[in-house]
C-alpha cells in the first residue's frame, strides 16, 4: 500500500476505552481474579490500545484470502529489518546474520542451551525480567547475579558487582536494553564498559532489545550493543511489544559471527515453530507503516508516566526512578510505611506485580499502557490505601 501524502495523517484516539474481557485475555481473563472484585488488570506488558490501520488491514488481507498454511520468511521481511537496525540503532548488519524465530524467550532460552553446560552458566543483573533468572533452571545451568543501583534519577549496573560476577566463570552475559523493569536505556558509556568487562572475561552477549522503540524521551538513544562486535553478540528484535502485537509473536536474531549463529540454530532444531502468515504480514506492515503511529503513542505514555509519578513522589512510603524507556513502572514501597502494599493493591482492585518476581524486594511492576482514564481510577485505588 503507498501512501498518498495528501491525504490526511489520521490522529488515534489512545483515550479509547475496549473491553478485552471474554476475549481469552492473559491480562483481563485472570482465572484468579475474584468474581465480587472489579479487578483493573497491570501486570502483564501488552498495552490497552487498538493497533495501527496498517496493522489491521493486513489481518484483513490475510481473511480474505482464506487459507492459513505454512509460510516461509520472505526477503522483503528481512531486507526491512535489516534497514530498520541501520535508520534507527545506527548498526549495519548483514542479511546473513539473521535468524527468525517465534519469539525472544524463547530464543533466549536456545542461546543459554547452546552456550552454557551444568558448570558454566549465565550472568545477569537483578532486578530483571524474570526469564532472564528462570531460564537458568530451564537449562540446567548456574545463575550468577549482580545488583542493579541507584545513580541521580535513573537505575544502572553496579559495575564492580558485574566483575565479581563475571570472575565466578559464566558463558553469557544476558542484557536486557531497555531494562525491564527498571526503565534504563543504557547510554554509550555504560555499553562499552559492558562490552569491555565480557571481552576480557571471554562471555558471550546475548542481547533482549524488545523495548528498543519505546523511549519516552528523544535524548535516550538505543544503542544497540551489536555494534561494538569485539565480543560474539546475539541481539534479538522484535516490533511486537512497540506496536502492540505480542499475540502474534515473531522476532529476529542478528548474529554476525557464523560460528554462533550455527550453534544457536542447531540448539533451536526442532523446539521452533515456524512464522505465521499472520506474524510475516503485520511484522511487514510494522516495518513500514508503524512510525506515525508510534509517534503518537509515544507523548501519550509520556503523559501517563508523568501522572504516576507525579502520585508515586507525592505519597509519603513511595518511591520510583523516572524511566527512560518502556511503560512498565518499577516501584518501591516501604514496608514499615505501607505494608504489603502488592497485596492491598489487589485487595483494592488493582492487580501489579510482586518485585521478588524480578528478584526486586519490596517493589512492584505496574503497566501504565492504558487509556488514562483507566490509569486515573487505578490512582485513585491506589490513594484510598495509602490515605488509609
Known amino acids: 500500500m503507498s501512501l498518498d501524502r495528501n491525504m490526511p495523517i489520521k490522529q488515534y484516539n ?10 481469552h485475555s492473559f491480562k483481563w481473563d485472570n482465572v484468579a481474579y475474584p468474581a465480587h472484585l ?3 488488570p497491570m501486570p502483564v506488558a501488552d498495552m490497552d490500545f487498538p493497533v495501527a490501520d496498517e496493522i489491521l488491514e ?18 522483503s521481511l528481512k531486507i526491512a529489518a535489516q534497514h530498520k537496525i541501520e535508520l534507527d540503532y545506527a548498526w549495519t548488519t548483514s542479511l546473513d546474520s539473521q535468524v527468525w524465530i517465534p519469539g525472544i524467550v524463547p530464543g533466549i532460552t536456545a542461546a543459554c542451551a547452546a552456550l552454557t553446560n551444568e558448570k558454566e552458566g549465565i550472568i545477569t543483573a537483578v532486578p530483571v525480567y524474570h526469564p532472564f533468572h528462570l531460564v537458568a533452571g530451564w537449562v540446567n545451568c ?5 545488583e542493579m543501583v541507584k545513580e541521580g534519577d535513573r537505575w544502572t549496573y553496579d559495575f564492580e558487582d558485574f566483575e565479581r560476577g563475571l570472575q565466578k566463570g559464566p558463558k553469557v552475559f544476558l542484557l536486557c ?7 534504563t536505556v543504557f547510554n554509550e558509556t555504560e555499553i562499552l564498559r559492558m562490552v569491555e568487562l565480557c571481552a576480557k572475561y571471554n562471555v558471550t552477549i546475548v542481547s533482549d532489545e524488545i523495548h528498543a522503540d519505546l523511549r519516552l524521551y528523544p535524548q535516550s538513544e538505543h544503542i544497540s550493543i551489536g555494534r561494538f562486535e569485539k565480543q560474539p553478540i546475539i541481539s534479538f528484535f ?8 505480542a499475540g502474534l509473536g515473531g522476532a529476529v536474531a542478528v548474529i554476525p559471527d557464523a560460528a554462533l549463529r550455527d550453534k544457536f540454530t542447531k540448539a533451536s532444531a526442532g523446539f521452533f515453530s515456524m512464522l505465521s502468515r499472520h506474524s510475516i504480514e503485520v511484522m511487514l506492515a510494522t516495518y513500514a507503516h508503524g512510525k506515525e503511529w508510534l509517534a503518537q503513542l509515544l507523548p501519550y505514555l509520556r503523559a501517563n508516566h508523568d501522572l504516576l509519578l507525579d502520585f508515586v513522589r507525592s505519597t509519603p512510603g513511595l518511591a520510583m526512578q523516572p524511566l527512560e524507556g518502556t511503560y512498565l513502572a518499577w516501584i518501591e514501597y516501604d514496608e514499615a510505611v505501607l505494608g504489603d502494599f502488592q497485596k492491598k493493591s489487589w485487595e483494592a482492585g488493582v492487580h501489579v506485580l510482586r518485585g521478588e518476581q524480578f528478584k526486586g524486594r519490596n517493589f512492584i511492576r505496574l503497566n501504565f499502557a492504558c487509556p488514562r ?7 485513585e485505588r491506589m490513594k484510598s490505601i495509602t490515605n488509609g
Do not use: M
Open 14 to 23: 489512545f483515550d479509547q476505552i475496549i473491553d478485552r474481557r471474554q476475549t
Open 38 to 40: 472489579d479487578i483493573l
Open 58 to 75: 493486513a489481518l484483513d488481507r490475510i481473511t480474505a484470502h482464506g487459507i492459513l498454511g505454512y509460510s516461509i520468511v520472505p526477503e
Open 142 to 146: 548456574p545463575l550468577i547475579t549482580f
Open 177 to 183: 536494553n531497555p531494562h525491564n523493569p527498571g526503565g
Open 238 to 245: 522484535a516490533t511486537s511489544k512497540a506496536f502492540n502485537t
Open 373 to 379: 482514564a483507566v490509569l486515573e481510577k487505578a490512582i
